[in-house]
């Protein structure tokens, strides 16, 4: 498995995810439909077409799973126990129809269990930009992981 142990993380150690994803309308159509999300703003372009925005918005929690999911395969697939918790999500510029996203995931801190002597907790801090580079979203991530057996 390519994901890392709780030893192979330190604090302040950044990974620049290779895979990166451009967005589609059918990629936001869909994720909007399927969570039942019918804001005109993400699915109506002739509403989207009289915002600020001029166009719709894609759906930002496609946004942010697509933002964590680009995350995996170099951090924790094969490694993680669970998802702890998701803080400080912000979405500071839109994503649009046609933008690629890219990745990038800061090492906040690495602490060992206090009760279970095989895993441990990682914090990340996810970072996503644009083929501009900028910045359309950020969180914190919180992950139990898996201690390599020694």
Not at 25 to 43: G, K, R, V
Not at 111 to 125: A, L, M, P, Q
Not at 128 to 136: M, T
């Amino acid at each position: 498995m390519p994901g890392l142990y709780l030893q192979e993380f330190s604090p302040g150690q950044v990974i620049q995810h290779q895979l990166r994803r451009t967005i589609t309308e059918s990629d936001n159509m869909l994720f909007s439909n399927m969570t039942l999300n019918p804001q005109p703003l993400h699915i109506d372009f002739d509403f989207a077409a009289k915002t600020e925005w001029g166009k719709p918005l894609v759906n930002s929690l496609f946004t942010l799973g697509l933002l964590i999911g680009i995350s995996v395969n170099d951090t924790t697939i094969g490694t993680t126990i669970g998802n702890l918790g998701m803080t400080d999500v912000v979405f500071p510029h839109p994503m649009f129809h046609g933008d690629t996203l890219r990745v990038e995931t800061e090492i906040i801190s690495v602490r060992e269990s206090k009760s279970k002597n095989d895993r441990g907790i990682v914090e990340f801090e996810h970072r996503g930009y644009n083929q501009n580079d900028v910045l359309v979203a950020k969180c914190r991530r919180q992950a139990m992981m898996r201690k390599k057996a020694v």
